[in-house]
């Protein structure tokens, strides 16, 4: 049959590897970003955010970047793990704003 | 942990049937948010909530929907006439800030058939 919605991205990295994954934003005036990973049925769950006066930011094993000036965000996870692969999505606020207008999205597999 | 929780986690339901999706958001938060997703595509916003009234919504989220908070727990989406393109997850999420972190529930999964 006939597949619908969106084929999305798909980054495959090994075990132990570093993983970046990468997502363009469209609202120049967005001045909050998160991260969200999103594993099979389940709700999106919070990574990791970063402010629009930042273009770093460090968690565990997580780090987020941002190029304001081209209007980039990436995710880069250390040492990934098999519980790590998942769909990841970028989520933008813009100033103001209350809602979050969220990526496409990438499936992050981890190969053992 | 606190969590946001969703009931049911699915429902199924004819076309033009009323569906109500209720949701309780996490206790000190005062934003609250519907967003769906179509199997396969990205998280869509519907609707946020505050003080109890809507204070913005999608194109989306036209005269079919509502969102209520009842009392002081709980938070509903209702789709008076549901369509078969209504078929989809969907989130409820809750944030203590303006803009800020929102946490997201499980989802209910709908089906429209």
């Known amino acids: 049959g006939e597949s619908v919605g969106l084929h999305l991205p798909t980054l495959s990295v090994q075990e132990g590897d570093n993983s970046s994954i990468n997502c363009a934003y469209s609202n120049s005036a967005s001045d909050y970003f998160i991260w969200y990973k999103q594993e099979s049925g389940k709700g999106p769950q919070f990574i990791i955010d970063?402010?629009?006066?930042?273009d770093k930011r460090q968690g565990q094993r997580v780090t987020v970047l941002l190029n304001k000036t081209v209007k980039h965000l990436s995710l880069q996870i250390a040492a990934t793990q098999p519980g790590d692969s998942a769909v990841y999505f970028c989520a933008e606020n813009r100033v103001g704003g209350q809602n979050f207008v969220f990526g496409p999205g990438t499936r992050l597999s981890v190969l053992p | 942990e606190p969590e946001v929780t969703q009931t049911p986690s699915h429902q199924v339901t004819q076309m033009g049937q009323e569906v109500i999706l209720r949701c309780v958001p996490i206790s000190n938060h005062l934003y609250f948010y519907w967003y769906r997703q179509i199997l396969g595509q990205k998280v869509e916003f519907l609707v946020s909530?505050?003080?109890?009234?809507?204070?913005?919504k999608s194109e989306i989220f036209d005269d079919q929907f509502s969102v209520e908070r009842p009392d002081g727990s709980n938070f509903t989406l209702k789709i008076r006439s549901t369509k078969l393109e209504d078929s989809a997850m969907y989130f409820c999420?809750?944030?203590?800030?303006?803009?800020?972190?929102?946490?997201f529930g499980q989802g209910t999964r709908l089906t429209v058939v």
């Open positions: 909530f505050y003080n109890n009234e809507i204070s913005e």
């Open positions: 999420a809750s944030s203590v800030n303006w803009g800020g972190e929102a946490f």
């Open positions: 970063i402010r629009s006066n930042m």
